[in-house]
Structures are given as C-alpha cells and as structure tokens.
C-alpha cells in the first residue's frame, strides 16, 4: 500500500544556536499534504528565512507551537509579528501561538523591547498557554505535550493527523515522560546535541535519543540539533547500536514523512 503520508516534515533549522552550516537554530514545519497552512515546532532565528526557501511565506503560518523559551527556539516569533505586519507581504490570517506557561508574558516583554509602537507586538492572534499532559485539538490535528526536564517549562510535543503522528522532543533530558508520549509514534524528532562523551545534563546524545526510540517503539527516529562537535553521520552509527528501526538525519530544508510502522501482528512475527 501506497497511501499518500497525510502530512511532510520540514527541517527548518537542524542545529543550535552556535553558527553551522546547514544546521541552524531549531526550527520545523508540520506540512498537511491536503492543505496550504502549515503549523511550525519551534521557531528560533533563521527559521522564516528557512520557511522561504522551503517555499512558503509568513501568511502561510497558521500556528506556532513553542517547546521552550530558550532563543534559538523561540527568537524568531518577533520576526514573525514583524513580517506579520508588513504591508507590502500577502496578507495574513489568524494567527495560533501554543506554548508552556509563560508564553503570553515572553511575547509581552519582547514586543516592549522593541518599543511600545514596534511592530513586534502580534495582530490577529491567540496565545494558548498549556500545561504539561494538555490535549488540543484543532479540527483534524490533534497535539499532545509532556515535560522534558530540559528547563522548567520545557515542553515536547507529539501531533497526530490523519492516521499518522509525529512526536518533537524539543529540547530534552532522558526522561520517561518524553518516551511515553512517543509511544508508538510514526516519526520521532529527537534532539540530539552532544556526543555521547561529552553529553551535558537536560540535553540527549545519540545514544540516548536511541534509548527513549527504542523504548517507544517509534516508527523511524529523525536526528536533529546538532552542535558543531556532532557529526550527524557519527550519530547514526552509534544510535544504531541500540535503535534498529529506521534512523533519519536532519539538515536544514530537509523533508521526513511518516514511516508507517510494522503492524503489531507481523512484528510478534518476527523471528
Ligand atoms: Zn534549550
Ligand atoms: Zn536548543
């Protein structure tokens, strides 16, 4: 069977906040294949230049849902609200920002930054704060969160449409939380900063992204912020050793579709 996947995932930036080639600040979009609006993970700098080499504009953008508040994650937004406010871009619609607490007062002190008359500050926009475990839905799209440890608000995020899931870990520590809510996913996003000799606390290394894959039984793991110290091939390989289902890197404009998983019965199969 070769259904069409019901949505595509767009790498928008694959890497950290330290400059890198081809993997810049975290940025992604989950693209419907049925319609034109698409809904973005995060949105650090880089990710609008990104989105326009992807080939979609700032009208495109129907929501943004925050993992966490560290800047190459989030920094974006103003230029967002920026771009939103442009007279001569094509106009935009609503707008949907979804992200842990604290998000409403984030945007408030950024746009004050800027100047009480900047253009930082959103128009025809909802802010919709959760907490950790919300359930949103949104006409077909459905979107599940759980804390990571990472930070205190520090959310990973786990979408389902039309029959198929994606999970993004956002920025994460090892914990259990971050593979219960991939359980089963189709696509796993997995942050994937370090190397496993120099991991740094509340971030995962390639191992450790394989461990919560493997736990989850996910459908396909897809590598992503990477630091310059980690060679996404070197990641592979050793997450390899301990996830043997599919393993996807990201770069920047790269694009992932949902890997349908082996049914339960043909896996109990398996020798
Ligand atoms: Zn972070
Ligand atoms: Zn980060």
Redesign the pocket.
């Known amino acids: 069977m070769t259904a069409r996947p019901p949505f595509t995932w767009i790498v928008l930036g694959s890497g ?1 906040i330290l400059p890198r080639a081809g993997h810049g600040p ?1 940025g992604n979009a989950l693209a419907p294949t049925d319609a034109e609006r698409v809904t973005l993970f995060d949105c650090g700098p880089g990710t609008l230049r990104s989105l326009g080499a992807a080939g979609f504009g700032a009208h495109a953008i129907e929501r943004v849902v925050v993992s966490h508040f ?1 800047p ?2 989030c920094l974006d937004l103003f230029a967002l609200a920026f771009a939103r406010r442009n007279p001569s871009g094509p106009a935009c619609g609503d707008l949907e920002l979804v992200g842990p607490r604290g998000l409403a007062a984030l945007l408030e002190r950024g746009a004050a930054t800027f100047g009480t008359r900047s253009w930082t500050r959103f128009e025809r926009t909802s802010v919709v704060e959760v907490e950790p475990g919300e359930r949103l839905e949104r006409g077909a799209l459905e979107l599940r969160c759980a804390p990571t440890r990472h930070t205190p608000e520090a959310l990973a995020w786990r979408a389902e449409l039309g029959g198929c899931s994606v999970t993004f870990s956002g ?1 994460s520590g090892e914990v259990e939380e971050l593979a219960a809510l991939a359980a089963g996913t189709d696509l796993f996003a997995c942050e994937c900063s370090f190397p496993d000799d120099r991991a740094v606390e509340h971030h995962l290394t390639p191992s450790g992204a394989a461990r919560i894959a493997r736990a989850a039984d996910v459908g396909a793991l897809l590598l992503t ?1 990477f630091y310059p110290e980690l060679e996404p091939e070197d990641a592979r390989r050793v997450a390899a050793r301990t996830f043997s289902g599919r393993i996807e890197l990201a770069h920047d404009l790269s694009r992932h579709v949902p890997a349908p998983r082996p049914s339960a019965e043909r896996r109990a199969a398996r020798p």
Do not use: G, N
């Open positions: 950290s975290a560290h190459d994650h920025d912020h």
